[in-house]
């Protein structure tokens, strides 16, 4: 069993910044595919990035490239997710999850464990 705890939502202004992470239990976090999915009010949850266990894979959706950046710290059984130049379009509950499986995946049903969510709010 993994459990997820995602920390760092908040309010924050068009263009700034927020950082969220998650931190996981159990001792081989670092064989975990880690994503972070988002859900937006009124709409379905979508991918938003992953990483691969030692870090040297990442994808991410079109709309966060050169906006967000996933990272991990295996000795920590964190992942993070760096967002900037956040945009109210950005705003939506953010959820991290782990993919057992060690290939890394767009694809929500494919992800073994989920956190509970943050919610991140971009607004003036």
């Known amino acids: 069993q993994v459990q997820l705890v995602e920390s760092g939502g908040g309010l924050v202004q068009p263009g700034g910044s927020l950082r969220l992470s998650c931190a996981a239990s159990?001792?081989?976090?670092?064989?975990?595919?880690m994503g972070w999915f988002r859900q937006a009010p009124g709409k379905e949850r979508e991918f938003v990035a992953t990483?691969?266990?030692?870090?040297?894979?990442?994808l991410y959706t079109d709309s966060v490239k050169g906006r967000f950046t996933i990272s991990r710290d295996n000795a920590k059984n964190t992942v993070y997710l760096q967002m900037n130049s956040l945009r109210p379009e950005d705003t939506a509950v953010y959820y991290c999850a782990a993919r057992l499986t060690p290939i890394v995946s767009t694809n929500e049903r494919r992800y073994d464990y989920w956190g509970q969510g943050t919610q991140v709010t971009v607004s003036s």
């Open positions: 990483i691969a266990p030692h870090g040297g894979d990442t």
């Open positions: 159990g001792r081989t976090f670092s064989s975990y595919v």
